[in-house]
């Protein structure tokens, strides 16, 4: 499975992750690579020290890190 652009990712407390962790460096919880209801890729642009939004743009759900 080819990789064409560099996902971004984050952990279920929502730190920032690279593509290639299975768990975060910082908290040692599972890395999320896209929404787990519908596999859409978190968007590519990210504020350094803003949490993730807590829902995802395509389907609307409630994401592992949202209040
Ligand atoms: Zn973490
Ligand atoms: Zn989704």
Redesign the pocket.
């Known amino acids: 499975m080819a990789i064409d652009k560099l996902a971004i990712s984050y ?3 929502g ?1 920032l992750c690279t593509p290639s962790d299975r768990f ?1 460096t ?2 040692g ?1 599972i890395v999320y690579h896209a929404c787990p209801n519908c596999g859409h890729s978190y968007p590519d642009v990210i504020v350094v020290g803003k949490k993730p939004d807590s829902f995802c743009s395509n389907c609307g759900e409630k994401q592992p890190w949202g209040d």
Do not use: D, L, S, V
């Open positions: 952990c279920r407390q730190h975060c910082k908290c919880e």
